[in-house]
Structures are given as C-alpha cells and as structure tokens.
C-alpha cells in the first residue's frame, strides 16, 4: 500500500505492507531511530511519537493507518540547533540514565504539558503512566517535566515559544477533527 | 599565583552522555544496519520439559525471503559447544552443557530449537510458523523441594540428580566465629523464619540484540551487553575462534541490572550462523522473548534462624538456602548466592554464623545476577528478622540494631563472615535518617491509628544496611572458585593539542561514566572537563577490561583512572622540567600546570603533550609518549551502608499498601557526582520496591511463563512510586585513593526489606508477622484475615 | 514481533464496512483504535487475512444530542469522550470511568466503540454502559439493529454481534444531575482492572431516590449489582446505609480467580469498592 506521511518536517511517499507497524516505519524505512520498540503489548511507552500533535505508541499504530497524518519523533524537536524545552530540561535535571526510555518519556511529556501547562507532582506521574522506565525511579523525571513546565509557562521568555510553534499549534486542528 | 580551580570531583556535572540520548541520535545495537545483513528469529519451545522427537524444517526453508533454517544439528553437530559457567563454587558442581540450540531434548519453556534467517525480520518471524517440532513429553520439576526429592523428575537425567551444588560457610570451622549450632541451643530467645525471595525479571527496557559481521578480518559482534570484554574471551573459548580475530562492542546498551551479564546462545548462534552463510546478522528479541529467555533473577527459599538473649544481644544466625538455578547454570549464576553468604551478618556483631546453600536444578529459565546479586537477598533475611527478633523481645527495632551494630569507632572490623569492613557511620547515618523521617512523630501517629481502629494503618520499616561491592579483590574472587580476576583497567592519552582520551575497561550502560571519568580526569591532570573524551565498550580501542558489574566500576575502574593519570603526569615531569630548565625534583604539579617551586616558571601540561608531540628537544633518552596504562586490582570491597526508613499506609480493608515516605541516608564514601550518585539511589530504591511490592516471574504447573509481557509483570510507573527523601553522609572508603564506594545497588539492597517490615509493622496488631512478596493486595488482606482467625 | 501478513481496507461509509465485513467472513477483522487488536496481531494471537480499518469513516466519529439521549459514535476516542460536555453534563459515570482506561497515549487512539465491541471483562467502560442501560446500535447487511447493553454481552471477549456486524454507535439515556463514580482497583497504574465499581445514584433531598451499580471483572461479563440498587432506594445517603447496601455487591457474580485475586477476594473488593464507589459519588 502506498501511504504519503510527514514526518518531523518531511513528506515521506512509501509502499509498505498493511501489517508495518508505524515504528518499524520510522526506524527501518526512514532510518528514524531514535524511536524504540521496548514491548509488545504497547505498555512501555519507549516508541511514543506525536500523531497528529497527539502521543501515540507507534508499535500500536500501522504505518497504513497513519497515511496522510503528521508524524513527530524525538529527532523532530529541536529547534535551530536548540533543544526542545522538555529536552533540555531531562538533561538539567539528570532525567536519564541509559536513555532507552528517554525519546517517549520525552515525548510523552510534551503532550501532557500540552494538555496541562503547570500539572503538580501526582499529574506528571500520572501523566506519564504509560511510559515506563527501569533506571531512574522516576524522580528526575517528574522534576523535569514540572521544571519545563516553569520554563514554558507564558511570559517564561523566548524558550517558551519554541514550544508553541512545534506543538501546540499542531494540536488545534485534531482537537476538533478527533485525530486522524 | 592563579586560583587553583574548584574540584571536578563533587561537583553536580550534567551528563555528557545527554546529548545523544535526548535527541534521538542513539547507537543501540538494533539500529545497526549493514548491507547484505540478514535477520534472525528463533524457535522456542512451548514445552518446559521434552524430548525432541523430530524437526521438520522444509516448508519453513520454502518461505519467502528465507535463506537458511538451521537447527543444532547444522550448528553443531557433535554437540560440544556449550554456554560458559565462569563460576564453579565447589570442585564436584554439577554442570550440564547449555547447548546453543536444543538437539534432543528441551529442559525449560523458550530454550530455542531452531534459528531462521531471512531477509526481513517479518519474513523471519513468518518462517517460524512453518517449523514442525514434534515433542514428547518429560515430566516437569519446578519446585526446588520437589526437585530435591527421593524419586523427583530429573532435569538432566545423565547428572542423576537435581542438585547442583552445596556451599557451605561456617564460622566455627572457619574460625571467624564460634559454633552456630551450640549458640542457638544455649539461646535464651531463638526465631526461625522461612522466606521466599520470589523470581524477578531484570527487565531492563532495551531488549537485547546482537550484530555480527564475518566479512571482516575480525569477526565482528555487537551486542547489548554489559561485558564486551568477557564476552570476547568467553566467545574465543566457547567457539574456538582465536581471541585476536574477535571484536567486540558495545555500543549504548540500554541498561543491564546484571541481566546483561551473560553470554547467550544467541551471541554464539548468531556468530555461527554468520560464519556459516557468510553474511551479517542480526538478532533482536522481542520484549515477549526478553522475558522468558534473557534471565531471571533471586527465587530462593531462605530458613533463617537467628538466636539472641533476652535482653537482645544477637549470638547466632543459621542461613540454609535453596537457590533455584533453573534449568541450567549461568555465567555466574552459582555464584551469585554466595555474594550473599558475606552478607547475613550484615552490620552486626554476631558471633556465630552458618551459612548453606543447595543450588538445584528445575525446569524454569535460569537465574543469574540482578542488581544486588546475592546481598538483597541476605539483607531482606537478616533485616527481617531483626524486626522480628525487636518483636519478640518487645523492643523498639531501631533499638535492637544499635545494640548489635559495630560502632563507628570499632573500624576496621573483621566480620564472623571474615570479611574486614574497612570503615562506616552507622549512628550518624541513622540519627540523620531519624531527623528526616519524624521517627518519633510517625510512632505516635502509628499508636493513634491503632488506638482509633483506622482501617488505614501506618507501619514503619527499617533498613540498616551494609553491602560489599567494588567486586572484586581477584584473590577474593579465586579463594571462591571464580573464573576470573576483579582488577580494572585505564588508559589515558595526551593527545598533541593538549586534549586527552580515557579509555576504560568498564562498560556503562546507562551509569554515566563518560561524565565521572571526565571529573576524575580532569582533577588529576588538571585539564578542562570538556577536554576529556571517555572511550569504552569496544575492544578494538579498549582491549582490556573486566566491564560493568557490582557496583565496580568507579571503585576499580576509577582507581585505574588516578594511577594511569599520576603515571602520565610521571612522564610529563622530566619533559617540563626539560623545558623549564630546572631540576625535576623542583617540579610541583598543580592546576594543569609544572611550575618551579618558589617561582611563577611554569608550563602546562598540553604543552608538554605538544612538546613530546614534536620530540624536538626532549630529555636525552626519553620515550616520545605521555601515554599511560594502569591496572588496579583492589585488596578489599569497598562497603556502603546506609539507614532506609520507609513509612506505608496499609488499607486493612483491601489490602493496598501505599508509600507515605521514604527516607535513605547512605553512605558510599566520596562522591565523584552527586547527581548521578542520587540517580543510581532513586533507581535502587525503585527496583527494590518493586520485588517488595509489585513483581514476580511466575510459572503454572505446566511450567509456561504466566507472567511473560509487561502486561502481567508489574513494573511500577511513576504513578506507584513515591518521592524519595535522600541525603547522604560521607566515611570515605578506605580502599581505594578516592574514598569511594560502589552506588549501584545500595538502593536496591537496602529498600526491598524497608517496605515490608513496614508493612508487617503496620499490620502485626492484627497477628501478622509475614507476608510473602510482593506483597500484593491479596496477600495482604489474606495475612490479616489469617491474623484475625 | 511483527503480524502476520494481511490484506487491509479502510472504508469510508459504514454500508462499505459492512459489506467488506461480510465479504472477510470469519477472516476478517475490525480495527478501530487497535490498541487492543494491534497486541494481540504482534503476538500472533489472531491472524485476521484482512483488516477492516474504520478509522475513516466520519460518521463514527463524534458525540451528540438525541434528546434523551447522548450518542457516542464508536470511533470516538476516549480522549474526546474524557473532554467531551455533554458526557460530562449527561453521563458523568462514563467519564470518570474512561479517565481510568489505560494511559494517556492509549486513551488517544483507543476508542469508546472499540472497548464496548472488544468485551473484555476487564475492560472499565463495560460496566457503566449497562448500568445506564446503554443501548448499541449495530450495523449488518440487513440495515441496523438495537441491542440494549444487558443482551450485548454473551461471554468473555464475546458479544451478540455476529461477525459481519459494527457497531456504529452507543445511545446512552441521559442521566443529569445524577451523582456518579467509577471506582478502579489494580495492581499497577496501567494493568488492567481486577474489579472495578461503576457507580450511580439520584438523589432527593438528603435520600436515594435511584441507583445504578455495574460491576467489572466480576463475571464473564459486566453485572448489575442489583440487590444493593434495590437496598439504596428509599434510604438516607448515609456511610452506614451505604457500607449495609454495599455488602450485596457480590450477589449473584460469579468471579473468577487468578494470580491477582482469587474469587473470595475479588468478592470482599466488590463489596468495599462498592461502598467506596458509592460514597465517593454522592461526595
């Protein structure tokens, strides 16, 4: 089947077979790795992307089903060289360890901020209770996720708008239009 | 003269590993792709225990993309390749050959059968279905008392038993202690407690994966291990491949916990299979995969008793273990209860000490090391039955262990176990944790609760640890029959601009050594922290190395670091002093730079390495290199401890155990990084909650996995962890030049036995005083309603 | 772990669904949100030879007013249905039950059809849809068809849909200004349900007028708990008349056991969640 996607910016034109899961799209025909495939049974969350400027766990979408759609993947986030503001913040707050998890906790974050500016501490764990991480014991975490969200909050400075152009603005359209 | 520079050593340095980990541009060995490479998927037996009757391989052969289907006949067909067990703890240790690939006859449920390669992993895995195995039944054994039973199924019927092994300690015989048994028979109080330490799964969130390239002049294998080093050798040995024509690397590896520790069927199938078609290959397993086959960790069953007068001195302890080994042994896998046998003891003076293990065999995927290998389950048992014993003599169970502890100024101490802990702070870490905690506050809410019949109950649980880690002393290593050493190994190079390359023998995996080294390399020879480049994980750059494990790394290997540092500052001084015109014994080192005491003539040490670089002018008889090599094999463990004081809410109507807090205070010595120390901490703790609450690896009577996805294995998510209260105190280890202690698994060691005698502390008005982990809801509520009959 | 291969249509009306479903037969299979379905195709549990994907069919998609009804279409993902005002206003049970379903990023994909056809047990909308006496509405060659909740489920992962049938939508009779809870009890924040409470109650003054009680995970399907429906009506909204009520929760189920609770203990929860449940939604 052919499907038409952008991912991270690109439009991407492919011929795939109906039962590719959308992260084997991603790693394998678009060399996208920085998205990983952790499970089987979509609970560890490490293959998040946004689809349509909503998280997905890409082993739990085919690529045939994402035709047409939007795609951002951890390597999509950076802006002029600049890391995203969720990005930054795992790294100030040391949110990693062997960073396996890291691209869907990170873009799991992203959405949760998205839906929810300044979530207190039991918000961000519920929030990304869908990802799992096995070195951090998810402190870190949750500390970088409410210090982005400090650092994103209006009038945060010119960090914060980063962010509004690469996500929130992608979410408007499929709030109304329900996803894809 | 300049201000030297604050320390690099202490500071809270980000990570230099970030960069790529947070953007995507990882280097897991899955990511490696190379042209002509073909992929693998494995055929695993649904049975735990069976004799292979026939496999038929022709229509998977016929399957599209599929360009071999191999089985143990076409791999090795005289059947003499088996997996290696580098751990023999006694001289008649019963060892049954892993082989690569099943021929005849499957002892547990996922050994592999058959391999296919294909040009598409998806056409790999179609292949699989095509495979016609036919089987015919064994009886299973599982449970180890059954397996040790007259008469009982035998896994391997040639060993004509399923015992594995006994180790016994006993300090009488040893003479670091009297005679356990004469101690608990004179004892005015004695407990005897049996617990389970259930079957964990390291889980570690990036499956395993092996690359293996023959076009070469060296074999090539890539894989997610946290042993490249020993990989090599173990390969060499194993498939007789000579060990110069063997590369191995690790790229980022996605954490181990001790469940990359091994060298697999996989490793050598695919290195086989490789050379056979002449072609790359690779290997991923599946999550599903990962479980059933990558091993398992802890499942023993500990009868502990403990002996004590009445006013609670402890006067002996009696440890007989059965560790389950599953159906075969790993690499070190027979080993790992005796890194618990040193342990039981814990921080206590007790005067008489036994320990046995018996390993058995059953028809389950075999144990091997997972994060605190050995001393969790030491720790949980002698934890627990302090608070036990507190309970019995109705003491306070903070009381009790100070009673029994060594005091900070009776270091160094030499154990009943017979091992001399060098140095520690068992009342300073404890008063701090007490602070923190509201020890006394929680008490007394606790009374209330009790008084007023709340259906949530709050229980207090202590942890007073100790653990012995930095594995290891290699003389140690070799009294207990290892096959191998415990040194580490550096190397430093003086590159010509000044900037320098560290290359370690250890093997991170998550750790963060790329950014410790830096810090410790930088304070020793002075240069920018950003001047520093950590190389590991590859032998082609990194030939020697004992890799990551037992909280070594920077214990062992950050020593190898400061003595390959001073041997190249060694170098440098005759080439400064050269330059400087001077004497080399006027020379002091400082700040980066040699400077002629009692002037400000001074040269840096990168312009040394240029110097030495151009070889101009140099020292008559010099040797143009700064280059330095070290090797440090420590002579004793390096030993943290610390107090854990853990608080829970149990609904005494369901059963739900909540975390109200969590406090630790450790002690692991210096600390190169705070940061990174409290990550490994929080991590610890969150692994070791787990086994006390949430985790078990389960096997119905059939002997099939039940618990084989991360839907029915729990792993908590950051929505059933609590935060952590973590502070530290500081007794530098005495051990090693940089005062410092393994982290690692301290976390882990040391949380498992807070959270259930809190739990138990919670409950035991209700006549609870065990509940089996994880202390699930059900459990909980079935011990209270059992107290309550 | 990767799924076996299969041919794969995405229609754009439900009448092509339909006729796509019936052409498959036995080899067919719907995809909806697939976040049940695309686990199960990776282990190769099920191995359909061709995938119907109604992900693009826009009438399934959306929330509406019927009068006295609200209308879920089937695609409608559990986000929507999580933010949705008039489940909010007029079935509030569902929303704070589908708050419970899974985690965020399953919650996007997931839809409200999907869980209700999929009928696992385990599943938390189940309960809530029969205790509001829900109502689907089922699509075949033959037109459409109404079956109420309590005739849609048969059995495990089973339900009276026959297998050239889609759902198309859920009527769900309003229930404004009732008080509403959905209380969830598991292991881990992600696993499934081992019982669940789907809770309803109208008040008048301080005293149940009317309750609805629907149990997860108690049986091979959702059940009523009737019998502390019928000890509720009439009393003071008070904790003992509630705690008394409660202790039938388990009336009349037939629970089974596994690692997680066996069926004397999935019992004991079913009574104390249903108190909970209760308690919590009158506040």
Redesign the interface.
Known sequence: MRITVSVDGTKYTDDVEPRMLLVHYLRERLGKTGTVVGCDTSNCGACTVHLDGHSVKSCSVLAVQADGCEVTTVEGLARDGRMHPVQQAFHDNHALQCGFCTPGMIMQAIDLLADDPDPDENAVRHGLEGNLCRCTGYQNIVRAVRDAASKMAPGAGPVAEQVSDSEITSRAPSHTGGGS | MTATAEPEVGKARLRKEDARLITGRTRWTDNITLPGMLHLAVLRSPMAHARIVSIDTSAARDMPGVVAVLTATDLDPDGEIGMPCAWPITPDMRHPRRPVLAATEVNFAGEGVAVVAARSAAEAEDALEHIEVEYEDLPVVLDMEAALAEGAPLVHEDLGTNRSALWVFDSGEAGTGGDVEQAISDAEVKLTRRFRQQRLIPAFMEPRSTVVDPTGPQLTVWSSTQIPHILRVMTAMTLGVPEHKLRVVAPDVGGGFGGKIAVLPEEMMAALVARKLGKPVKWTESRSDAMLTAHHGRDQIQDITISATRDGMVTGLKVDLLADMGAYLGLVGPGVPLLGAFMFNAIYKIPAYRFACTNVFTNKTLTDAYRGAGRPEATFAIERMMDELAAELGMDPLELREKNWIRHDEFPFTTVAGLTYDSGNYEAATERAKQLFDYDGLRREQQARRASNDPVQLGIGISTYTEMCGLAPSRVLGSLAYGAGGWESASIRMLPTGKVEVVTGSSAHGQGHETAWSQIVADQLGVPFEDIEVLHGDTQFSPKGMDTYGSRSLAVGGTALVLAARRVLDKAKPVAAHMLECSVDDMEFTGGKFTVQGTDQSVGIQDVALAVFAAHDLPDGYEASLDSDATFDPENFSYPHGTHLCATEVDTETGRVSIRSYVCVDDVGKVVNPLIVEGQIHGGLAQGIAQALYEEAVHDESGTLTTGTFADYYLPSAADMPTFVTDRTETPSTTNPLGVKGVGEAGTIASTPAVVNSVIDAVRHMGVDDIEMPCSPMRVWQAIQGGAR | ????????V?PATVDDAVRELADAGDDGKV?AG??SL??V????LAAPAK?I?I?RIPEL??IRDDGDAIVIGA???H??VQRDPLVREHALLIATATDTV?????R??GTFGGSIAHADPAGDLLAPALAMDAVMVVAGMDGRRSVPASEFFVDYFTTSMNPAELLVEVRVPKYTGWHAHYEK?H??????S?VGVAAMVRTDGGTIAEARIGLTNMAAVPVRARAVEQALVGQAATAENIKAAAEHAANGTSPASD????GE?RS??AR??TGRALSAAIG
């Open positions: 772990m990767i799924p076996t291969q299969f041919d794969y995405a995809i697939g976040q695309l686990p195709l990776r282990m190769r995938v994907d992900g998609r959306g695609m409608t993902t986000y929507e899974a985690d965020p990023q399953v996007h994909r009890f292991r881990v924040a992600q696993s499934w081992m690692g997680n609770a066996d203990y004991h929860l104390v969640l």
